[in-house]
């Protein structure tokens, strides 16, 4: 961010941000927080922007792909990203009209799309969606690197209860094993423990 400030401060604000008109008047940001931010630090009173007429998700859309384009991006951020996007995605799909006979855009051909603006397959996107099954202290985890992504997903099939007890766990000993959670979900399907 200081970098940004010093940028903004020398050479102005180089790429405007996009906004929406608000019903009630003014406007609402849609990217281009991080650039408000570090031009009100740098003492300037306005910057660029690009006004543009965007329902809701629309407006999700463009949020979340302007987002991901960050350098540096939590692996909990892209998941968080990645579901609103998708969401977002399959509400704007609409009924079928007589041009596009199509139902919804159902979730493998959400992911595929969304993976293929973002060079990841569908399939990382999914597993990436996977994240936002996870209680907060396990998703902290997957962030600190303290947590494997690949863990993290098979955890995150689990109850959110035993989440809580795995967590612990952890706190503990400070790891977990693939084969413990393999073996705690294969426990998990037959019955309670």
């Not at 009173?45 to 949020?63: F, K």
Request: with cysteine; net charge neutral; aromatic share 6%.
């Amino acid at each position: 961010m200081v970098e940004t400030i010093e940028s903004v401060r020398e050479h102005g604000v180089l790429v405007p941000a996009l906004v929406r008109e608000k019903p009630t008047g003014g406007y609402e940001m849609i990217s281009g927080h991080r650039r408000k931010m570090a031009s009100e630090l740098a003492g300037k009173e306005t910057m660029p922007c690009i006004v543009r007429n965007l329902s809701d998700d629309q407006a999700v859309i463009v949020m979340v792909d302007s987002n991901l384009q960050r350098e540096e991006i939590l692996p909990s951020e892209k998941a968080f990203a990645y579901k609103m996007k998708m969401d977002a995605m399959r509400r704007t799909a609409g009924r079928p009209t007589k041009e596009n006979t199509r139902q919804n855009v159902g979730n493998y051909e959400t992911a595929d799309l969304i993976g293929k603006d973002n060079g990841e397959s569908g399939r990382q996107v999914q597993r990436y969606i996977r994240l936002t099954e996870l209680i907060p202290e396990l998703l902290d985890l997957v962030d600190k690197k303290k947590l494997q992504f690949t863990v993290a997903i098979d955890i995150s099939y689990i109850d959110k209860e035993v989440q809580g007890w795995i967590y612990e766990y952890i706190s503990d000993t400070g790891f977990i094993k693939p084969k413990q959670i393999a073996a705690l979900r294969n426990q998990l399907n037959d019955g309670p423990i």
